[in-house]
Nanobody, 124 residues
Framework: QVQLVESGGGWVQAGGSLTLSCTASGRTFSSYAMGWFRQTPGKEREFVARVSRSGGNTYYADSVKGRFTIARTNAKNTVYLQMTSLKPEDTAVYYC?????????????????WGQGTQVTVSS
């Protein structure tokens, strides 16, 4: 069992930046690929970014490529999502998730553990 806790959400003006953190419990953090997803009311959970177990491989949704950066520090059991040039359409609840699979999945159904989410609001 892995417990994930996100932090760092908040309110920011368009063009601004925020960095989200997600800290995992347990000693097996490096056994999981980690992903960030987001969700707005009435919509399905959307893939944002994924980082491999070692941190050497990253994947991004086209909508955030070039603006967001995912990274992890296994020694601290933490994965980060650095968000820059934020737009109002980035407003959502952001979730981190852990995936046992090594395949670069973007489907939330393939992820095994989820955090509780953190709200990001970008005003125009």
């Amino acid at each position: 069992q892995v417990q994930l806790v996100e932090s760092g959400g908040g309110w920011v003006q368009a063009g601004g930046s925020l960095t989200l953190s997600c800290t995992a419990s347990g000693r097996t953090f490096s056994s999981y690929a980690m992903g960030w997803f987001r969700q707005t009311p009435g919509k399905e959970r959307e893939f944002v970014a994924r980082v491999s177990r070692s941190g050497g491989n990253t994947y991004y949704a086209d909508s955030v490529k070039g603006r967001f950066t995912i990274a992890r520090t296994n020694a601290k059991n933490t994965v980060y999502l650095q968000m820059t040039s934020l737009k109002p359409e980035d407003t959502a609840v952001y979730y981190c998730a852990a995936d046992r699979s090594v395949l670069p999945g973007r489907d939330p159904e393939t992820y095994d553990f989820w955090g509780q989410g953190t709200q990001v609001t970008v005003s125009s």
